[in-house]
């Protein structure tokens, strides 16, 4: 799959692309999923990592509304469903070798399932961790 994104390295920006020939070209894992990153649009801070299927990705991309596929509870997960903390899609990208996405996101309430507005809380030092959120 891989082979595609080389083939397009040295295309001129504005280029086009049929996105089914991006989805298609996209490294999914042995269980079909597709890790994302999801980062707030305005201030480019990362708010949360999680998984997509190919399904989930174009429920996304179809509705504009952050949908995942949740690997402990092996279900869709339509972020803000039951919490109201709900993720709008402003720009959707891959990474050049189409195995890792960017979801930059508005996002309303938390991110993260302590409510915290990022589940990257927790700061690693030399000798001790830190909350910082």
Partial sequence: MK???KEIEGSEAGKTFPNEAVLNALTFDAQ???PVIAQ???S???LMFAW???SSLQE???TGRMCYWSRSRQAYWR??????HVQQLRELTTDCDGDVLLAKIEQTGAACHTNRR???YIRIGKEEATIID
């Fill in 44 to 46: 480019g801070k990362v």
């Fill in 118 to 120: 990022s589940c990257f």
């Fill in 60 to 62: 996304t991309i179809a």
């Fill in 52 to 54: 997509m299927d190919k």
């Fill in 32 to 34: 079909g999923l597709i």
């Fill in 3 to 5: 082979e595609w994104f």
């Fill in 79 to 84: 972020k803000g469903e039951s919490s109201g």
């Fill in 40 to 42: 707030d649009a305005d």
